[in-house]
C-alpha cells in the first residue's frame, strides 16, 4: 500500500545508496536543501505531508534512477532491503575485446566490486563513466549500473557497444528491423543512427551511482 510513511523512506533509501544525506540528495535535483528534511515532512498542524511529484521526477532524473527502481525501495520486502555486489567495469575494457560475451554479459573474475541495492540481475555490473560525452547526466567518476537482462523500451537509457569496439551511452529513440536510432546525453554531440549489423550488444541503463 502507498502511504505517506513508505514515499519518504524511499526517497532516504535513495538517498542512501547514492551516498547522500536528505539534503544533500535534494541539492542534487536542484530543489532546496531543506525539501526532504524531517521538518517539511508535516504541516505545521502536525498532518502527514507528501513530498510532490515534480520533487521525486527531478530527484530520479538526477540520479540517474528509474521509476521501477525507486518502487522497489517502496517497502520492507526482503528484495527492497536486499544488496548486490557488481562488478566495476572501465570504459575502455567495455570496448576491449575479451570482458564481454556476445550477449553483452562480463565474462571472467577478479573485478573490484561495489555494493549496490538489489537490482534483480545477477549478470548486473557498474560501468565507470569517462569523458563529457554524456554530460549533464552522467559526468566523469560517475557509475551507471547496467542490465543485460531488463527489457529496452523506447525512451531508456542504454548503453551499446558496436562490432568495432565503441561503446556510448545514448537515449533509444526508435528500433526497427535494420536500425538504431539513438539520441547522445550531451546535446554537443550527435545523434547517431546505426545499422543493426554494427551492433555487438546494447544492454539498458537501471540507476546510477554518482
Known sequence: MLTHGNIWRAL?????????????????????PTTFNPSKRVTPQGKPRWPSTESVAKVLAATGSEVGGFVGLLNDSPRALARQRVPIIGYAQAGSEGYFDDA???????????????VGDPNAYALEVAGDSMEPVYRDGDRIIVSPEASIRRGDRIVVRTVGGE????????????RLELKSLNAAHADPVLALDEVAWMARIIWASQ
Not at 17 to 23: I, K
Not at 167 to 172: F, G, R, S, T
Request: proline share 4%.
Open 104 to 118: 553483452g554479459y562480463p565474462v571472467g573474475r577478479g573485478w573490484d566490486e561495489v555494493e549496490f541495492p538489489d
Open 167 to 178: 561503446v556510448m551511452a545514448k537515449e533509444l529513440l526508435r528500433r526497427s528491423a535494420s
Open 12 to 32: 532516504d533509501r535513495l538517498a542512501q545508496a547514492h551516498g547522500l544525506s536528505a539534503s544533500g540528495l535534494a541539492r542534487k535535483a536542484g530543489l532546496d
